[in-house]
């Protein structure tokens, strides 16, 4: 599969995500351009703040692969990775991280910080941008109707 192919499923499992109301996050792992693991944001559904797309995709690529070093693989995720799904990339040795939309508030592969830019043992390689409208739009839409459906809770 292509880049843009892999980004196009995470972002259908972030439109999965936003069925269930969750925060429209997907990700996915692959390896030689084919997919070993998929995941979108179950942090609401689960009541678990350690259920982030990408942490949940790593650790099913690593069951999948029999092992933690995924040294031979990608991840593909819709939204620019937070600290803790930094660190995991990190302790996972991901090869290459391509995310769709920058996250101004928590990114850490630039916006907020770099953590692959730090001295750790590995660096993933990282591409930002890649189908960033339409994520974004999918965020959007998503806290739009969040706000929309709080404004009508507070009416009654």
């Avoid at 843009?4 to 936003?18: F, S, V, W």
């Avoid at 678990?48 to 031979?72: K, M, T």
Wanted: hydrophobic share 50%.
């Amino acid at each position: 599969m292509t880049d843009t192919e892999l980004m196009r499923a995470a972002l259908d499992e972030a439109r999965a995500a936003a069925a269930l109301g969750e925060v429209p996050v997907g990700a996915v792992v692959a390896k030689d351009g084919a997919i070993v693991a998929r995941a979108h944001n179950l942090r609401e559904s689960a009541k678990n703040a350690l259920c982030h797309a990408e942490v949940l995709a790593i650790g099913d690529a690593c069951r999948a692969l029999g092992g933690w070093r995924l040294w031979q693989c990608e991840l593909f995720v819709t939204l620019e990775p937070c600290p803790m799904c930094a660190g995991a990339i990190i302790n996972s040795r991901l090869k290459r991280v391509v995310y769709a939309a920058p996250d101004p508030k928590a990114g850490c592969c630039g916006s907020v910080a770099d953590l692959f830019a730090l001295p750790f043992n590995h660096r993933p390689a990282v591409e930002g941008g890649l189908l960033a409208d339409e994520a974004q739009a999918l965020l959007r839409g998503f806290f739009a109707r969040l706000r929309a459906g709080r404004g009508k809770e507070g009416e009654a």
